[in-house]
């Protein structure tokens, strides 16, 4: 008899557990596609260090899962609800930066240097700016959109610096020695990576951007295609 009791009380716990794992789903799916690269998905991925957003999307429904394990709602609809909040959390997540348009992004932090200073009584520490640059220009195939966007990460500094929105060309600015990954999307062309290093003397580099017709929300499931930048 208990055995009979018990099934029904174990079959509900799970309905719960899926209605607030689909919630949480539901939430991180409708973010992703209304805010594409400022979405709290694309967001958390970057924390996490993921490169393929839909290992996001299989985490998610376990975050709705352990909500309903830990305040154990009683119905399905309070079990979908929370599966929403648990995400909405997450909105809390650090915003990228994002600029309307830009030429010019500073990506390292100014060194400083000790040194004796003769003027001085005792040992002076005096910031030296950024002396290091590179030119970074786009090549489209097939029509160029009218601006692309690209997220810029230090990695000598381990530092992810945000998104910025520029039309066909930036300038890096920044330590000499230190390498940067450029992530460029732009309508109607493939999701492209490159990582470019710093040197005193500014280099040019091109990159040319291949067309692809398949929506940029969906491009982001999997990892930008790695080029190397022609001098």
């Known amino acids: 008899m208990d055995d009979v009791n018990q099934r029904p009380l174990a079959i509900h716990a799970c ?18 596609m209304s805010h594409s690269t400022q979405s709290t998905v694309i967001r958390l991925a970057g924390i996490l260090g993921l490169d393929q957003v839909w290992v996001l999307f299989l985490l998610i429904p376990i975050l709705g899962c352990v909500a309903a394990w830990i305040h ?5 609809k309070d079990a979908f609800t929370l599966g929403l909040a648990v995400f909405s959390v ?3 997540a650090p915003q990228q930066q994002e600029k309307a348009i830009t030429d010019k992004i500073g990506v390292s932090p100014p060194e400083i240097h ?5 003027s001085a009584s005792a040992f002076a520490q005096e910031p030296a700016g950024p ?11 097939g029509k160029p959109p009218a601006q692309s966007k690209v997220s810029v990460t230090n990695v000598t500094e381990g530092e992810q610096l945000g998104t910025f929105t520029i039309r066909d060309s930036l300038k890096l600015v920044g330590n000499p020695g230190d390498k940067i990954i450029l992530n460029f999307e732009s309508p109607g062309h493939q ?4 990582e470019v290093p710093l040197a005193n ?11 692809n017709a398949t ?17």
């Open 131 to 141: 002396t290091a640059s590179a030119n970074v220009t786009l090549l489209f195939d």
């Open 201 to 211: 003397a500014g280099r040019d580099y091109k990159v040319r951007l291949k067309e």
């Open 72 to 76: 154990q709602p009683g119905t399905k």
């Open 191 to 194: 999701r492209t990576q490159v």
């Open 215 to 231: 929506p940029l929300f969906i491009q982001r499931l999997v990892p930008a295609i790695n080029v190397q930048p022609s001098p």
């Open 15 to 32: 309905k719960l557990y899926i209605a607030a794992a689909i919630g949480a789903l539901a939430l991180g799916v409708s973010d992703y």
């Open 90 to 92: 997450f909105a809390l």
């Open 114 to 118: 000790t040194g004796l200073n003769f």
